[in-house]
């Protein structure tokens, strides 16, 4: 077990040191439990392609487009977006009888993302292009945070993000009491889901202030992220996810491998907003136009194809498949408070507490897709 001094000096460090996705090498991968995520791409695909259509014929001509994909983290799903807007641009080209444009691809992550293994894949990414030759395409890596600026002034015509703008840039300050949870949760005190809105509300600001210096004037922005359904609502389906979570740290805390202080200081940097509150910050930033937005459902499992639609039947499967997708993401942040000899415990517990939990009430993420214009 960690001293509790060493855990309290990891509670300080600022997210964006720990907050990236398990890489390659391990067991449970990111790469390899990202298939909610890939879910979440098709189901956005049409809002890309009519996005990038609308976009290319205001801003032709031009010889070469530059789209930054922020939050690309590793894997299959890495390169997804870019074979979508390929296919697009291609069929663009060859409708219009124009020559075909070119296309620079700009994949940002944090510094911690496993760039490794998406360096790795651009081989054969180039390799499947040289069999169906579309669109000439030239892809770059760009490791920062997406709260801070990325590129040169004027230079992007098109930004992709998914499920990447519900992480903050840090926990939020003063949740000092919000003790027995590790995030809002219905018995947090009212200060703690103010906090979480307030930080999402800086850094959505801060996003969208910097892509307006590095974005040309009519440039296109397709955001998805996980959110709410209202103002009012602190996302069920969400709060229950972390409800689970904190639920299997207190059983560790109950068999001593875990403080209580240590889960009672804990607090995930995560916040869902609703719709009206991106429009606000928008609205307010005043950068860009806020074009159309679209909400829909996925299930917690990937691998539920709705045949029920009150609860699932195989809750041992369902169970692991969701304690794998929450384990990729929240790992390394996990591990660096409280060591990395619980973690296999935790989510053995977690992975029991979902599936008994999704036995009795399916609950699914609540999505919203933002399109935007540059002004």
Known sequence: ????????????????NVLC???KDRDISYANNSSLQKNVLLKTRPFLEDTIKDMLTKILPVTCIKVADLGCASGPNAFFPTYEIIDTIARICQESHRDSLEL???????????????FRSVPAFN??????????????GVAGSFYERLFPSKSIHFVHSSYSLHFLSKVPRGLENNKGNIHIADSS???VSEAYSQQFRKDFSKFLCFRSQEMIGGGRMLLTLIGKSSVGCNSKDNCSLWKLLTKSLLDLVVEGLVHESAVDS?????????EEELREIIEEEGSFTLDRTENFEVNWDFEDNDCNENFVFEKGRSGQN???LIRAITEPMLASYFGKIIIDDLFLRY?????????????????????????
């Open 1 to 16: 077990m960690r001293k509790l001094h060493e855990i309290h000096q990891a509670m300080a460090m600022a997210s964006v």
């Open 322 to 324: 969701v304690a794998n």
């Open 189 to 191: 005190p009212p200060n």
């Open 104 to 118: 620079q691809v700009f994949l940002n992550d944090l510094p911690q993302n496993d760039f490794n293994t998406v």
């Open 127 to 140: 390799a499947r292009l040289e069999e169906d030759p579309k669109v000439p395409c030239f892809v770059a």
């Open 266 to 274: 804990l607090n995930m940097p995560y916040y869902y907003p609703c």
């Open 21 to 23: 996705m398990n890489p």
């Open 351 to 375: 992975a029991q507490h979902v599936g008994e939990h999704l036995s009795h009430e399916k609950t699914k993420f609540f999505n919203i897709v933002l399109v935007m214009t540059m002004k």
